[in-house]
Each structure stands twice: as C-alpha cells, then as structure tokens.
C-alpha cells in the first residue's frame, strides 16, 4: 500500500463539502487520472496528499506515513518524497532555469557538488539542458512546463502530484509533456493527476477516478474520460 484514504471527508472552513466519506487505494508505480468537473473534489485529493489541506473526517496515509497525525514541524520533511507540478507553473521569476530546479535541491539540503551532479541530468531528461541560462520569460508555456517537472523530479520522489499539469497548454505541447510524466512513470514514480483533458484520458487508458460533488463514482483499470460530466 503506498496511498490510502478511509472514509475521507474534508468540509472547507465556508462549509463546501469538498469530499465525502472517500475510500481510495493507490498502489506504488500506479499512474491514475483524476477526472470530473470543477468542484467535484479532485484537487482537494491533491491537496491532501501533499498536506496542503488536512482531512475533517478519516485517514489519509501516504508511504505509511498518517498525515493527520504529521505534526506541522513535519511536513516539509514529508513533502521532500512529494513532486508537485502546477497548473500555472509556480516558477521563481528572476531565477534561471538552472536556478530554480537547483532551488528544489537547495531547500532539502543537498551539497553544490550534488546539485552540480543532478540540475544538468534532470534538465537533460525533460530536453532544457540547452536552455538552462534562460529565464523562465524568456520561455514557451510548454517549456515552463518541464522547467516545473524538473524541478518535482530533481529529488527522485516516489510520488508525483500533478493538478491540471496541460491546462493552460495547447494540445500538441500537452502530448510532450504527457510523453514525460509517462516515461517518469516507466522508471517507478507513483503518479496521480488531475485532469480535464478528456482526449489525453481516452487516449491513455490509465487507471480512472471519476468524481462528483465530492464523490467517486467510478474507478476503472483502464478507463476513460466519461460522458456522466
């Protein structure tokens, strides 16, 4: 078992009932869509995975780790096992490409000589490492993109988080950046995504989630996107 959630409901201070009473299992290496409208509860998942909500009711394990026991002090020790790739980027402005994937490496503590080893490999991995001197507004949104999933994938997680990571893309540059976060998968990160991108999940045929008002109504192997939204 690598991510469980037993009778999970999280109730927002504004009393939406982002989820309720969530029964989810997910293995280690598993890639798994998260699919529905918005509001249907797919980021408030996300968002406790990573700790950056914490559950009302119920369990939320991660790696056999109890989140609603982490004690505050804790969670960025706990989120060093955790790459988060945004929707809208979340990059450093005045800092390079080189710099902020070094960034990530800097905050956990890694020596200059391990930085040194990993930013140009990883930046390889996701096709930057000519552009390693630029700014990321001197970027594409698809490259700001890899800048993003080189820095989640710098530190080798177990588990990558990936909240509507194609978003703002256009769909030829959405297929690259799926190419990437599939061949990430392939070397044994655990990956959940949340996602509209209805032809990327047909296409795929991933494991599913399918939610609604705060439910899961549908986990299927090798599913698809759906028509109940």
């Not at 299992?25 to 509860?41: C, H, Q």
Request: include cysteine; aromatic fraction near 6%; charge should be positive.
């Amino acid at each position: 078992m690598f991510i469980q959630l037993t009778n999970v409901s999280k109730t927002y201070p504004n009393g939406v009932r982002a989820l309720i009473d969530t029964t989810l299992r997910i293995d280690k290496g598993e890639f798994v869509f998260l699919v529905g409208p918005s509001g249907a509860g797919k980021s408030t998942i996300v968002k406790l995975l990573f700790r950056e909500e914490q559950a009302s009711r119920g369990q939320v394990m991660v790696n056999g780790k109890n989140l609603s026991r982490l004690r505050d002090g804790r969670v960025p020790y706990f989120r060093r096992n955790i790459g988060m790739i945004f929707q809208d980027f979340k990059l450093l402005v005045n800092k390079t490409v080189y710099e902020n994937v070094a960034f990530a490496l800097q905050v956990v503590g890694a020596s200059s000589k391990e930085i040194k080893q990993k930013v140009p490999a990883v930046l390889a991995l996701v096709g930057l490492d000519k552009k390693a001197d630029f700014l990321p507004t001197q970027l594409s949104g698809g490259e700001q993109q890899r800048v993003c999933i080189a820095r989640a994938v710098v530190n080798n997680p177990p588990l990558v988080l990936a909240d509507e990571p194609t978003g703002n893309l256009d769909p030829e540059t959405s297929w690259d950046i799926m190419k990437l976060l599939l061949d990430i998968n392939k070397r044994g990160t655990t990956i959940v995504m949340g996602t509209h991108a209805k032809d990327i999940v047909d296409s795929l045929r991933k494991r599913v989630i399918a939610m609604e008002r705060g439910r899961i109504v549908r986990d299927e192997e090798k599913g698809v996107y759906g028509n109940e939204f």
